[in-house]
Every structure is written in structure tokens, then in C-alpha cells.
């Protein structure tokens, strides 16, 4: 009777061997084979290996848990190498809707200093206290599909005919922004028309605390039009037809003028990108060459609506600037011509500055020395007339370890108007970021 029991031992272990040899060839179906992938997230699958005879050996059975983590890491490891394609820059982007990003910004400029006019009335000679408080306004908002916005817009104050200091808001930016590519992008709203390249240096990216006076001669006043970019490596173009709203043209009292304004810019910059940014710091040396002009052709009208006279404004620049380390310099020559069909008698004007500042580390703050000039020569044809501005100063970045925010701007003047004869200056402006 035991042999019996021994021998049914036997035949029961080889039953349960040859059972265990049949489950390892039976593949269990898991829910990865379920996942729905899109083929670009698919990667071709390698040659299957030549089969091998398998040994038999004791079944391993997964528990649900540990199926269920295989899956996750499974969708994780295709939604990698889903994003790891980089895109292709040169596919229009599919316009979408969703939730738009937003990033604002701005700056406080509170602003002192005093003035002193040798050849004004005695009333006049001498003026000082707060020159001027501003708030810059801005923001970027990006919508998808390559559809942007921009606003910016300056909050300050000014002193009018009377003297008296006023409140002022300008509206400085509004855009709408479509980039069917990266190096594409059309414009349409309210920006600075850029003829000179203080004109197109925003205001939050400037070292010097204002523009050079010789350039309100020449610079035209934010327009509303279309504007197209192209922008690459080394080089950048930009074409705009504006409305024209205002021009340095004289008309009779009561009259008004019409006529479109065209711009155009080029900007060359053969060893690398060198944006309209006095703060630029590239550790290798950046160069930027432009060329730019303006030309309008308008109707003066009378108040019957009856045309008065046709006049032409045509202007142009060219300029040149270098960035190296904490190095930056900027020259550029200015030209204004303004003609019309009833004087015969050109109004020209011609300008050239030239400006340098150096930024350097002493101690826990940034230092930049500044220096500029430049001379101007007004009525050339008519009633020649020349002026001249100097000023030397400095820029000190108290949080320069952490941001660039705090600016403390100093600069001494020296300016010589054409009209009002020669002015000394001491101006003082701290410039809070956020």
C-alpha cells in the first residue's frame, strides 16, 4: 500500500512540470496593450529575438498592483519621448484656445534737478525741485498659436504753457501680434515709429535716464499702423504704413493736413543678435549697423476743405553700435527734410551724437559711467542755426547680485538750444522695477 501511495506521488509531481511548461509559452494579455498612441510618439520596434526553449520553472503571477504601476511607467516613458521631439519652427503653429499667459511689468521714476540759463530773464535763469515722477505700465500676453498682445503705457507728469506741473498719461504701446513663424511677425495698433535707434530702445532698456534732446528734433510721436518684422541671426527688417497723425509741418491756423506715413529699418548684425538693449552684456563682442526712413506725402487743408498746399517729409538714419561685457556704444547720424509746393524753400535738418557706458563690478554694485554728445544744425537752407549737448554722469545697480531692478542714474549737462541759448544741468532719477 505505500508503494501505491509513492507511485501516485510520483505521476502527480510530472503532471503539475509538464502543466508549468505550458502556462510559460501562454502569454497573459496586459492592459499596455490597450494604450492608444499616436504614431509620432511610437517608436519603430526592434526585430524580435530568435525563440529560445524555455526551461520550465514555477509560474510568477503579478498581482493587479504591480500591473498597474507597469502601465503608468509605460504612458510615462511615451509621453517622454513625445516631448523630447523638438518642433519644427517653420510649421504654422495650430490656433488654439485656451487659457492665455500673462506677464506684467513696470518701473517708478521719480526724478529731481536744476537748471541754469545764463542769457533767460532773470525769472527764467534758474529752476529746480522734482523734474518729473513716471510710472511705466506694461504687459505681454500671449494667447496661442502664435497670437500675442502688448501694452505700455507711461503715467507722469509734465509742466505746461502756464508752468503749471500737470498730470500726463501716454499711451506708448498697444499691439496685437501674429508670428506664423519664428522669424515672422506682423503688428497692428499703436507703437514708436522706429527711424532712430533711441526711438527703438524701449524705455525699461536704457542705461541713461532719458533720450538725447537732439533726437526730439527728428524722432516722430507713437502712430497707429501696420508694421511686419522679419528677424534673423544677422539680420532684421521692418516695413510699416502708420495714419500719420502729426508732422513738424507749419499750417495756417484752422487748417489740417492728411497723409500716410511709410517706415522702413534694416539692421545688420554679422557677428551675432544684438537687440535695442543699453543693458547688453554679451561675453562676445556684438556689432549692429542700421539704416532707417520715414516719408510722408500730405494735403494741407483749409477750413472750407479746399487743399492749401502738398508737403513732403522724408527722413533718415544710420547708426552703429558695439556690446562687449559691461561695454556699450552707440553713434548714430540723423536727417530731416521737409518740403512744400507753396514755399519752394526745403527745411533741413542734420544731427549726429555718439554715446558710451561701461559697466563693471565694485564691490556688492554695478558702476556704468556715461558719457554723450552730440551737435545738431537746424534751418540749413534757410536761417542756419547750430546746437550742442554734453553730459557725463553715472549708473549705479544697487542689487546688481540679484537684479538689475534699483537704478540710480546721475548726470551732468550741458546743452546749447538754438533758441533758448546755453543751459547747465544736474539732473538726478532712481528707476524701481517690477
Not at 509513492?6 to 496593450?33: F, M, N, R, Y
Not at 498719461?169 to 499703436?190: D, H, T
Not at 508694421?227 to 484752422?254: E, F, M, R
Request: charged content about 20%; overall charge neutral.
Amino acid at each position: 500500500m505505500n508503494k501505491l501511495g509513492t507511485i501516485v506521488a510520483i505521476v502527480c509531481a510530472l503532471a503539475s512540470v509538464a502543466e508549468a511548461g505550458k502556462k510559460k509559452h501562454h502569454k497573459v494579455p496586459a492592459k499596455d496593450d490597450a494604450l492608444i498612441v499616436s504614431p509620432s510618439q511610437v517608436e519603430e520596434p526592434a526585430p524580435a529575438p530568435a525563440p529560445v526553449e524555455p526551461t520550465p520553472a514555477p509560474v510568477v503571477v503579478a498581482t493587479a498592483e504591480e500591473i498597474s504601476a507597469t502601465d503608468a511607467a509605460a504612458a510615462t516613458k511615451v509621453e517622454a519621448t513625445a516631448a523630447a521631439k523638438p518642433a519644427d519652427e517653420n510649421v504654422i503653429p495650430e490656433l488654439k484656445a485656451g487659457p492665455a499667459s500673462v506677464k506684467l511689468f513696470g518701473s517708478l521714476r521719480p526724478s529731481v534737478g536744476a537748471a541754469y540759463r545764463s542769457e533767460a530773464v532773470e525769472r527764467d535763469r534758474l529752476a529746480y525741485g522734482v523734474s518729473g515722477s513716471r510710472i511705466d505700465l506694461g504687459g505681454d500676453i500671449t494667447v496661442g498659436g502664435g497670437v500675442s498682445a502688448t501694452l505700455y503705457t507711461i503715467i507722469g507728469t509734465e509742466t505746461n504753457s502756464e508752468g503749471s506741473t500737470v498730470g500726463k498719461i501716454s499711451l506708448e504701446r498697444a499691439l496685437v501680434n501674429y508670428s506664423p513663424i519664428k522669424q515672422l511677425r506682423f503688428s497692428i495698433g499703436r507703437d514708436a515709429v522706429p527711424l532712430s535707434a533711441q526711438s527703438a530702445t524701449p524705455t525699461v532698456a536704457r542705461v541713461f535716464p532719458y533720450r538725447i534732446g537732439l533726437d526730439t528734433t527728428f524722432v516722430l510721436p507713437a502712430d497707429v499702423g501696420l508694421q511686419a518684422a522679419v528677424s534673423t541671426k544677422y539680420v532684421t527688417a521692418l516695413a510699416g504704413v502708420w495714419n500719420g497723425i502729426a508732422s513738424d509741418v507749419k499750417l495756417s491756423p484752422g487748417n489740417t493736413e492728411r497723409g500716410l506715413l511709410y517706415s522702413g529699418r534694416v539692421e545688420l548684425t554679422p557677428l551675432g543678435p544684438l537687440g535695442f538693449d543699453e543693458r547688453a552684456r554679451p561675453t562676445d563682442l556684438r556689432i549692429g549697423i542700421g539704416a532707417a526712413t520715414t516719408y510722408r506725402a500730405a494735403q494741407d487743408f483749409t477750413l472750407t476743405g479746399e487743399t492749401s498746399m502738398r508737403t513732403r517729409d522724408l527722413r533718415a538714419s544710420l547708426s552703429a553700435r558695439a556690446a562687449w561685457q559691461g561695454l556699450f556704444v552707440q553713434a548714430e547720424l540723423l536727417r530731416r527734410q521737409i518740403t512744400d509746393d507753396l514755399t519752394m524753400r526745403p527745411d533741413v535738418a542734420t544731427a549726429g551724437y555718439v554715446q558710451a557706458s561701461w559697466r563693471f563690478r565694485a564691490g556688492s554694485v554695478d558702476i556704468a559711467p556715461l558719457g554723450r554728445v552730440g551737435i545738431e544744425h537746424q534751418r540749413q537752407l534757410s536761417a542756419p542755426a547750430d546746437g550742442s549737448s554734453a553730459e557725463i554722469g553715472a549708473a549705479i545697480f544697487p542689487l546688481a547680485r540679484g537684479t538689475d531692478r534699483l537704478q540710480i542714474s546721475t548726470l551732468v549737462a550741458r546743452y546749447v538750444d538754438p533758441i533758448l541759448g546755453s543751459t547747465m544741468q544736474v539732473f538726478a532719477q532712481a528707476r524701481l522695477g517690477f
